[in-house]
């Protein structure tokens, strides 16, 4: 009796040591569970707070002085703001002007009239702005006040091209396509500066032409006089594109590295004769991040970047966090023997490892989708717009079929687009960008779109309408 008592006050401790054991084990995993659910439960109502305060708070306040946010709501007085930043735009232009000295001035755009071969010839299609009538003389003295867009262009190119010394390779040219050429008076208060030609001033206009049509046949004029100085490049801009200050260095960065001498791996690739046109400016007002595929794809970059560079930062205060833990902790190792509480704490911590990758899964997911909500409500161009800080920061990517305030052509393909545009019909229907992309889908030529734009555009009056755009006066509130 005594040796079966002896037994079991000595397999007492045994049976003790084992529960002791299997409880380092259930406890940790218990508390685990809990405080994973709690943890997820946490994140979710946190995220809740933080998606409403983003999204109903914060970002309605800051869509009110960001016009191309879809939260912006237009004021009654968006209208005369953009006027106010035209007025500000032409007194600085005839400031640089009237500094100019014009005998020189023009020879230095004179001389490629003789000379052979610029880089570029750049051609600014021009015709008469504010008036309330489209053709008539008899409307001369009742015109709404000019919006001069042709001085501030022609002040900026110059001013562009003088900065980096590119006049010997840079034809610049104004090219008049109004019915009426002597009632342009702004333009032929600049011919004293700059080279110019005029479409009907020996040529008689014939009043039947739509005004799609008559689109079609000035800028397939203005075309032939840039191919005339035989460069490489034909630019041809309308005379409501105002070009970014270093356009010309950007550009032939662009062109050099990208397009003539492309680096792929490390080594350069033979350049591409197959495309059509390089687009320097496209819409801001129709460039969101649906528009397609190609702003879709730097949607969800941009997106993952901003939502990965989070979660990352929150995965380092983690892992500091969880160092200190451990360097706080001790582990009992007499006899090399782990104790129960110890052996939980060890499966504890790998645990919490494992919670932790979930939760920074959770965490990421979470913050991607609200980044995402917010590019899109935001709106491409404000995320577009850091990329001018540097030459090296631009992009080229796909082009567009829409709009034509600057476009830049091979001169090798212009007798081709010139002869196309002679042959076909323009009208409501089949406006004049629409008709070169089906000519160049149908010669299976590409199309390049820089990015961000080297030209904006400053026409709220509309030089097809003959009106002020007074619906969408907020998207010429430019931030200067």
Known sequence: MNLFGRRRREGAPGSSQASKVAWGWVRPTFHWCLGGLWQVRRTFVLATAVYTLV????????????????????????????????KRRVLRADEYIQSLHEADTKMRYERHEQACCPRFAIGVITTRRGSSSRYSRASQNKRSPEPRYLTQVMAQLHRAIEAENATSRTALFMCNVDAYHDLHVEFHNLTRLFSHQSKYEGDTFHSFLGTNEKE??????????????????????????????????????????????????????????????LKLNFPDNLAFFERNWYFALEWVALTLFISGCFTLLLHISHLCRSDERVSDSTIDTTDHTLTSDSLGASHSRRRSRYHATGWLYLVFVLSFALVF??????????????????????????????????????????????????HIKCNPMNPLDIALDEYRIRRGLRQYLISPNLFRHIGMYSSLRHMYNFREASKYLFLE
């Open 373 to 422: 909500l917010v590019l899109l409500l935001l709106g491409r161009p404000y995320f577009t717009k850091w990329r001018s800080i540097s030459k090296y920061l631009y992009t080229l990517g796909p082009g567009t079929s829409c709009c034509l305030p600057a476009v830049l052509y091979p001169a090798r393909q212009v007798p081709y687009i010139v002869g196309y545009l002679q």
């Open 55 to 86: 999204l109903l708070l914060a970002l309605p306040f800051i869509c009110t002085d960001l016009p191309y946010c879809k939260l912006y709501q237009s004021r009654p007085d968006d209208f005369s703001n953009a006027l106010g930043y035209n």
């Open 216 to 277: 079609k046949v000035d800028y397939k004029y203005c075309l032939r006089e840039a191919l005339k100085y035989n460069p490489e490049y034909v630019i041809l801009l309308q005379d409501d594109a105002l070009p970014q200050p270093g356009f010309l260095s950007i550009l032939e960065h662009i062109l050099t590295t990208r397009i003539e001498q492309p680096i792929r791996a490390g080594d350069f690739v033979p350049p591409r004769d197959d495309w059509l046109w």
